[in-house]
């Protein structure tokens, strides 16, 4: 159902600024804080005492303290210390990789010997001056899967988002599926069409005329285990479209972390990283205000469809040409599932599990 | 546990006025909305596509646009376009027969083959003007069979509705149950008792004094699979009664069509038809209100009983004289459903299902 | 899972004052009322005509009445009469022992030709007039048994109650478990410790200085099936502590009643009873409001302990010398257990059943 020898935004910064942080990834209950020297880490959430939860407690000089009776846990998952105990006994509850990157909290939910730091997702434009990125996170009820069709296919734009980042012209522009290794392409491109009001607004704000014709595209990308990063932008029309100097153009990156909690809910960490006016505050917040808004329009589509799919598990959903990108993007997922589960069941031993 | 091939009444038209609208009937999830020319349609709520709920689209010249990705479904269960793909070989879905009457919506949830308009329960009062109509709609989570006990035995008036339409008269008229075909019809009368509020209200809507002794009665009407229509009133005592003239009594009915959702929730439409004042807005209000009061002392018991039962499944419960309405009712129903899922059985073919 | 020929606090009298009380005790649906002569009785809260829940009924000149159609039920659960009916031939519902005292309704929720009220608890504070008891209840979503050894390890105040009771001391002296017959006793002593807040306010309370180092001592009691009384105080340091003149210390019990509703789930009745200024009724409510606040703390800890162990049934908590209160008090309740359950199969005949 989901791969977990995987990187996944678990959370950001901000949430575990006050204290430790509980979350279901993958199935996992895990706690995440801030340990010794500020370094993040994870084990369960579970306190091999009695079963508490220690993301109910806090953390003290770097070291996660439950907050039913105070044993103190080891970030590898190995109690450190209790009032008046002996605890070299006590069972070991799991430990998780963990990094901070890119303004972000990744887990490796899976064995924590395979997460190698380097296999995190590298996001160019979070580490370049001349970019700004703001975001924010959903939790929602469905199959993290049906996040990735919905990013997949932006004909739904036309139909969800009428008001905002729709346009009929999106459904006339038959979409391009390539596959680029374990990368799944998506392009779609517009040629000659009147900005759409969230359009009109970003390229007011790049100083650019909002009333005038525009080339438009859509370059979305998998890429395992469930990150989908979209290329969006208009130009003024007849420059070249996605190739036109950046004085005609206002492009962006639309960023999406599709993290799983269960087989039917997930988190959804979305944002928009762009490359003008890095440092204009007003512009992110107003660009954040304007996508939470539209991201959450599919909230409610997302969540009834899985409820519809729950109540018909037997039937078969169609998988149209527009449907290419989501279609190829399960196809990756499940060979490398198989790929993970041959792995587990042949090489445990291998991997120290 | 319900009946399939039965007209049920789905909707008020004022439900379909600004949009789509899903309902669930007799576990059949449908959408209902207004087509071409305005007429009436009813598909499943289950977009072939990706399972979205169509309900949560819209319509555009007559015809029911997904509001997930623009599928276009027509008012037969087959899809008719859908942007930039040919819909030829969609797989398509059911269609229910639905029809509009008495200011009601009505869906026949089975096999759309053996849909009837004819069959339809009949209404005298709703196509006469010397008539006047007002009711509302409850979802209750309890079987539909519950409410059928319930408005067959109007003992309970005197313990749940004491402040309104109940009265210690009604516990010691015994009523009389009879069968005709497949109706069961139970009748009390009390003589010389005095009115309670609600027939108070009634009687001074009618210009008659309401602080004399009346004759009362309760004819309640069961018809398969769910209708229940109870003729009420009351006259000044001594003039017949239920046979009393015209100006000498208030009377009505009330008008419970009860229509199941799953096994255990149903939707109430209940209202009061009356023939006096037909063009008094004003009493149509007094009297909804009135009722939707005293209608909803029932909501608790109904569903606090349900909670009982399903705790306590072996036990078997009373028929007594008072509950030989919803006895009999419960026979009739028992009967038809035999029948109904034999005619399934052995003749599938011959209905083309 | 739970004792069920015992006694345990069903309700306080305040709860029936109005009329009938719907309460699951031990798996077992319950209706509390006050019937003939102002006595407490419990039959189950199951009206054998229809299976109305009897609590949405009221009483009448001291019967139970069902407000669905009238029936008059027993307090041996006997239907006495129904208007209109012959009720020789109602099946019999099932009745409860009940018993008013020291201001509590204690419900046998087993076989009630077993229930000897001489084997109430006894509360001796309860009948002495320099004793005062204020208390509250809370629902709570876990195994009541989690409640037993939160209680009997009071370690948990230190980081469960840091702004109020606890204090690092608490960690720091270890405590002794002891057993006198069926009861569990695990005591604590601190000596020349802070006072914290409040036993602050309950030293000023009691016109001693807030601000003097203390002795204070901590002795919890468990006795079948499920209460807990705690032995608490602080005395001026040096007097002898537990064993202190009046004059230097405040004590009083914490009073626990855990009444187990299913087997995640229960009522918890928590109270105080002090020895000072008993008539004051200002303390008593300025301690029920502190203590409230307090014992609200664990809710969240042991609803969300309770999902942990849901979540991960396989794992054995640890059992530390500090549990060994918990630890002992479960071994006392599965032996009791144990002979229950084998008394109900060898002799099911010699009680009655």
Redesign the interface.
């Known amino acids: 159902m989901f791969l977990k020898n995987a990187w996944y935004v678990a959370c950001t910064p901000d949430e575990i600024a006050e204290g430790p942080l509980g979350r279901q990834i993958c199935g996992e209950?895990i706690v995440f804080y801030r340990g010794e020297g500020g370094r993040v880490a994870a084990v369960e959430?579970?306190c091999?005492?009695?079963?508490?939860?220690l993301s109910?407690?806090t953390v003290r000089e770097g070291k996660l303290?439950?907050?039913?009776?105070?044993l103190t846990m080891g970030c590898d998952g190995a109690t450190l210390a209790?009032?008046?105990?002996r605890v070299d006994s006590?069972?070991r509850i799991k430990s998780f990789a963990v990094e901070e990157r890119y303004g972000f909290i990744w887990v490796w939910p899976g064995h924590r010997e395979l997460a190698d730091p380097g296999l995190i997702h590298h996001l160019e434009w979070a580490e370049d001056p001349a970019w700004a990125y703001g975001g924010g996170r959903f939790h929602i009820q469905c199959d993290y899967r049906l996040m990735i069709?919905n990013l997949m296919?932006l004909?739904?734009e036309?139909?969800?988002h009428a008001n905002s980042i729709g346009q009929k012209e999106i459904?006339?522009a038959?979409p391009t599926t390539t596959i680029e290794g374990e990368q799944v392409v998506t392009s779609r491109h517009m040629e000659n069409v009147m900005p759409p009001p969230f359009w009109q607004m970003a390229l007011r704000a790049n100083g650019l005329a909002d009333d005038k014709p525009v080339d438009r595209w859509q370059i979305c990308r998998f890429s395992p285990p469930s990150h989908v990063m979209i290329e969006v932008g208009v130009a003024h029309a007849g420059y070249g479209g996605y190739d036109a100097p950046d004085d005609v153009k206002a492009s962006s990156i639309v960023v999406d972390f599709i993290t799983p909690e269960t087989g039917t809910s997930h988190w959804y960490f979305w944002g928009m990283a762009r490359r003008f006016k890095p440092d204009d505050q007003a512009i992110t917040d107003s660009i954040r205000e304007g996508q939470g808004k539209i991201f959450s329009e599919d909230l409610?589509?997302l969540e009834?469809?899985q409820?519809?799919?729950l109540?018909?598990p037997d039937?078969?959903?169609?998988g149209?040409?527009?449907?290419a990108g989501g279609v190829r993007a399960r196809g990756i997922l499940s060979r490398l599932l198989k790929a993970e589960q041959a792995a587990a069941e042949s090489g445990r031993a291998a991997i120290g599990a």
Chains 1, 2, 3 share one sequence.
Request: with cysteine; proline share 8%.
């Open positions: 209950k959430d579970f091999p005492h009695r079963g508490a939860p109910l407690g303290v439950c907050g039913y009776h105070g209790m009032p008046g105990q006590f069972p069709d296919d004909t739904h036309t139909y969800v459904d006339e038959a409610e589509m009834r469809q409820a519809n799919l109540a018909y039937r078969r959903l169609l149209l040409n527009i449907d």
